[in-house]
């Protein structure tokens, strides 16, 4: 048989097991609930758990969900109890959907369900995880007295963990609470100053051990003065063994007059230890009586919760199996009736939305293409037609050949609107071909200075990301001319870690603070997306238009 090591973790988890959700109201009328629930008050617990699940079932078929998380949290703390933790912590995790955690009226069993997964958990020795269930516990509470009651167990799975500090900080967070009442005050105090000792065997906690037994003394408190009694015999065993002989006693009047049956085996255990060999081997005997009896009386009740557990588990499986025949039927006729109206509608609207979904597919085909044109001819077309008019205006001495060979590329880009630009063309270099383009545009004003435009600059980028930035900046350029008024250009291209970026500023007007998007704006947005690009448009009064353009060279 197992024994905790401390007296102080059990005390606190017995209280926690002992701390049900109380009886209330109950909307609908369930006897087997109300018999569950008088049973469990007169410690039947076996009979108990029989009704509950009795309940349980009444429940679910009037549909009252909380009627149903009320009795499997009731099974589960009595699971518990029996020592089943395995199905105490499955019947809790099986409460949890049937109570509504936005309703505070629900949280006393909210709170008790998830108090209960910590204590079950904490049995099986996995503390991390049972911490994690007492702060659940304590989130849905609002009774402080249950708050200080999950923080100590809390506190106590810290310890268990060796976790001292941790431990010590929440004991400090509850002294430090005003909420608490004497009773509560002692607990955590005596649980305090041994866990101090615990982190560090040098530290005097005699005081403070002693202070919470005359508090519990004076408040006539059997359980807590079981606890004090257990920590100073473990406190004074190595340095006194006479004085925790003493206490060691007194733990074991206390747990016979209270009828603690384990606390009397634990006090045995010390006393045994600490007691001059005659006296020994006679609490020796005392202890082996006392667990054989203890043994045979829990596998009594442990083979009569089983056989309760084994009833619940067939009733359970049996329910299910009858649950997933009926379900089978109905499904076998459902589906049978609508297998016949889904054929039928499929048959009935087939062709009129197979009609609709060619018109639409049509209509949208269209409408793209006339896009996809628009665009090209505004881009392409449009812009080369304007940065020929641009140079006329603005250059004094015309190269008539040039010009024509300009008007000529033109023509024939618009017999051929999916025109490109490459370096190949015309055999210049793309660098070339911007500076060209962007000087097509200058006037006096505008001044435009370029920076960075080198051809290295573009040897990684595609020809066809080159073609869409080629269209993106006659585009600015074009914008510029017809509308800013600026007598000032820069462009400066730089590229860094694979990232092409490109700043254009001019000194004009900028742009309307309501700004509608023509074709141009919106295919330059458009273009610069389709090659993984970002742009950005800033204007103020003062500086103008300022466009940042981004795009990856790889």
């Not at 009731?74 to 309703?103: C, P, R, V, W």
């Not at 010590?168 to 041994?194: C, G, H, R, V, W």
């Not at 084994?310 to 297998?339: A, P, Q, R």
């Not at 742009?535 to 103020?540: A, L, Q």
Request: proline content about 2%; aromatic content about 12%; overall charge positive.
């Amino acid at each position: 048989m197992k024994r905790f090591s401390s007296l102080i973790f059990f005390i606190a988890l017995f209280y926690a097991c002992t701390k049900h959700p109380s009886k209330d109201a109950i909307t609908t009328t369930n006897v087997f609930y109300d018999k569950a629930y008088e049973l469990r008050d007169n410690n039947k617990k076996d009979s108990a758990f029989f009704y509950f699940d009795k309940a349980k079932d009444l429940f679910l078929q009037q549909r009252d969900s909380l009627g149903v998380g009320k009795c499997l949290v009731n099974m589960a703390i009595i699971s518990t109890d029996k020592g089943d933790y395995y199905g105490g912590q499955e019947i809790s995790l099986n409460a949890i959907s049937h109570f509504d955690e936005n309703n505070e009226k629900e949280y006393a069993y909210i709170n008790s369900n998830y108090n209960n997964l910590g204590i079950a958990t904490t049995r099986l020795a996995n503390y991390e995880k049972a911490i994690k269930f007492y702060d659940l516990a304590i989130k849905f509470t609002k009774d402080a007295t249950s708050i200080t009651l999950y923080l100590n167990n809390k506190a106590s799975a810290y310890q268990e963990l060796k976790q001292y500090q941790q431990a010590l900080k929440i004991y400090d967070q509850i002294l430090a609470s005003p909420t608490k009442n004497k009773e509560e005050y002692a607990m955590i105090l005596n649980n305090s100053s041994f866990t101090r000792w615990l982190q560090n065997p040098n530290y005097n906690a005699t005081p403070t051990l002693l202070k919470a037994l005359r508090i519990r003394k004076k408040e006539n408190d059997l359980f807590g003065q079981n606890s004090s009694y257990a920590a100073l015999a473990d406190y004074y065993a190595i340095k006194r063994p006479d004085s925790a002989l003493i206490f060691a006693k007194q733990m074991y009047q206390v747990a016979i007059k209270i009828n603690m049956v384990e606390d009397q085996l634990q006090a045995l255990q010390k006393l045994i230890k600490l007691s001059p060999e005659k006296e020994s081997k006679n609490y020796f005997k005392i202890y082996n009586k006392l667990d054989d009896s203890v043994e045979t009386a829990k596998n009594l009740t442990e083979n009569r919760f089983v056989l309760l557990k084994y009833e619940y588990e067939k009733n359970k499986s049996d329910n299910l199996i009858l649950e997933k025949v009926k379900t089978e039927n109905k499904l076998v006729l459902y589906g049978t009736l609508l297998t016949f109206l889904v054929i039928f509608s499929y048959a009935l609207f087939w062709y009129k939305k197979r009609k609709q979904h060619i018109e639409l597919e049509a209509k949208n085909s269209i409408k793209e293409n006339q896009l996809r044109t628009s665009k090209k001819i505004h881009d392409v077309v449009a812009n080369k037609i304007y940065n020929v008019i641009s140079e006329i205006e603005n250059k004094r001495e015309l190269d008539k050949d040039n010009l024509l060979d300009k008007l000529d590329h033109i023509y024939h880009t618009s017999r051929d609107i999916s025109y490109e630009i490459t370096d190949s063309q015309q055999g210049k270099k793309f660098s070339q071909q911007l500076s060209e383009m962007f000087y097509t545009y200058v006037a006096d004003p505008p001044e435009v200075k370029i920076t960075g435009n080198e051809d290295e600059i573009w040897t990684g980028v595609s020809s066809n990301n080159k073609g869409e930035i080629f269209i993106v900046l006659q585009e600015l350029m074009t914008n510029m001319k017809k509308h800013s008024k600026a007598t000032e250009v820069n462009i400066e291209f730089h590229e860094q870690d694979h990232i092409m970026s490109i700043r254009y500023h001019d000194n004009g007007t900028g742009l309307p603070k309501k700004l509608i998007y023509n074709n141009g704006l919106r295919n330059t947005e458009t273009r610069i997306k389709n090659i993984s690009g970002t742009i950005t448009f800033e204007t103020t009064d003062k500086l103008g238009l300022e466009i940042l353009i981004s795009f990856p060279v790889n």
